[in-house]
């Protein structure tokens, strides 16, 4: 886990499947990629095991809110109320896959490989963020990287060879609740693609129709 006084860096332009975000910049391992979400159920990647704990399904009519504390240094950039609040927005179709929704503390492994958010069956898990709202990078982001930061009001800047994702508390709520949560949801919804890059496709649309448009007001009504 981090401490104070020390920055970790990441490869903007890298991708892997386990959607690592975080590395030290000096480690001999291959610097990790652009913090992303991180699909449970397409298979865990070599140096990543179990990602969470497992919730087996129940058929529980409401969704069941967990919250572990955030890890020294992170904070939560979203609260359990505006998250039940938000899914409560979505059409209840959607809604019937999704048991528990888990508020996940940042360990020491995690720093080495953290997400911002993941679908394992039935349960969404979101993950902190660093305190400071600054994400620091140790090369310049993708095309995407630069749409979805201005689509929600984070801002890339180039320090050097650094580059950094700087967030206000505003903004990095309004990417939770309508990028992040409603991406993972997008996967327990999903049941018919199969690869990871289809599954990832489809959360991504998923995501973009009913979590920027229907936020924005280009999309309306429960079904």
């Not at 940042?106 to 902190?128: E, I, S």
């Amino acid at each position: 886990m981090r401490r104070p006084g020390r920055t970790r860096h990441r490869l903007a332009s890298q991708r892997l499947v386990f959607s690592p975000r975080s590395a030290p910049a000096r480690a001999v391992r291959p610097v990790a990629a652009f913090r992303q979400r991180h699909h449970g159920e397409s298979g865990i990647s070599e140096g990543f095991g179990a990602p969470e704990v497992w919730h087996e399904p129940v058929g529980r009519d409401n969704v069941k809110y967990l919250t572990e504390p955030p890890g020294d240094s992170y904070v939560h950039p979203v609260t359990v109320h505006e998250v039940a609040d938000r899914i409560e927005q979505l059409p209840k179709r959607f809604l019937e896959n999704l048991e528990v929704v888990q508020f996940s503390r940042m360990t020491r492994k995690r720093a080495l490989f953290p997400c911002y958010g993941m679908q394992w069956g039935t349960a969404v898990y979101l993950y902190p963020i660093e305190a400071s709202l600054v994400e620091i990078y140790v090369g310049p982001p993708r095309p995407e990287q630069l749409i979805e930061a201005r689509m929600f009001g984070g801002k890339w800047e180039q320090d050097g060879r650094r580059w950094r994702l700087v967030w206000t508390e505003k903004a990095i709520r309004d990417f939770y609740l309508n990028n992040v949560l409603i991406h993972e949801i997008g996967h327990t919804v999903d049941d018919r693609n199969t690869r990871f890059v289809d599954r990832e496709r489809y959360a991504n649309w998923f995501a973009v129709e009913y979590g920027y448009r229907a936020s924005r007001g280009r999309r309306s009504g429960k079904g």
